[in-house]
C-alpha cells in the first residue's frame, strides 16, 4: 500500500483551490490540478477518485478550516459579546484564509459538484454560534427565531465583504470588522 505523502495533498489542495477561483469550477479536473501541484495524473488518482471525490475532500478540509471547531466564548459574557467573539473569530479565519472563502463560496452555490451525500451540507453555521444563538432565543433577545434569517444578516454578508474587497486586490480592515459586528448584532438583537 502506497503512503500518504502530506506535501503532495498539500500541493494538490492548493493547485484545486486556484484553479477553482482561477478558471471556475466546472473547468477543474484532476489532470489540470496535477499539473499545477507538478504531481503526476496517476498520484492524484491515488488520493482522489474523480472531481467530485476532489472537491468533496477539498470542501470538507476548507469547511473545517473556516467553519468548525472554534473557540466557545466565556460563558460569563453577555450573551451579546458572545455572539461578537464569534463573529471575530469567523472574520480572522476569513481573512487569513482568502483562497479558500473564496473556494467555499463556489461550492456553497454549485453544491451538484459535490458528492451526492454532501450537496446539502454546506452551511456557513457552526455549532458554537449555533449555542449562542439558541442562548440568545431562549433569553428573548433575537428579532427572530430563524436561524436562516440570522446567518443571512451576519456570516453571509461577512463572506460577501471579504469576497468582493478580495477580487479587487483589497482587505478588510480590524476597524470594519468592529463596525460590521455592532451593525450585525444590531439587526438581529432586540
Given amino acids: 500500500m502506497r503512503q500518504r ?43 482522489y477518485d474523480n472531481k467530485a471525490d476532489l472537491l468533496g475532500k477539498l470542501f470538507q478540509q476548507v469547511q473545517n478550516l473556516l467553519i468548525n471547531n472554534m473557540t466557545m466564548p466565556a460563558a460569563d459574557l453577555p450573551i451579546k459579546e458572545q455572539f461578537a467573539d464569534i463573529l471575530r473569530q469567523y472574520a480572522a479565519r476569513f481573512k487569513n484564509n482568502v483562497k479558500e472563502v473564496e473556494f467555499l463560496a463556489a461550492m456553497l452555490a454549485n453544491p451538484q459538484f459535490l458528492p451526492a451525500e454532501l450537496q446539502n451540507s454546506g452551511s456557513l453555521l457552526n455549532n458554537e454560534l449555533l449555542v449562542v444563538i439558541t442562548q440568545a432565543y431562549r433569553q428573548r433577545l433575537l428579532v427572530t427565531g430563524s436561524v436562516d434569517l440570522i446567518v443571512a444578516q451576519t456570516i453571509q454578508p461577512m463572506q460577501w465583504l471579504l469576497q468582493s474587497r478580495i477580487q479587487n486586490g483589497l482587505t478588510v480592515s480590524d476597524a470594519e470588522v468592529e463596525e460590521f459586528i455592532v451593525m450585525a448584532t444590531g439587526a438581529i438583537f432586540k
Fill in 5 to 47: 505523502d502530506e506535501n503532495k495533498i498539500s500541493a494538490l489542495s492548493e493547485a484545486a483551490i486556484d484553479l477553482v477561483a482561477e478558471q471556475g469550477i466546472i473547468n477543474l479536473s484532476i489532470n489540470k490540478m496535477a499539473k499545477r501541484a507538478g504531481v503526476s495524473v496517476a498520484t492524484a488518482y491515488v488520493y
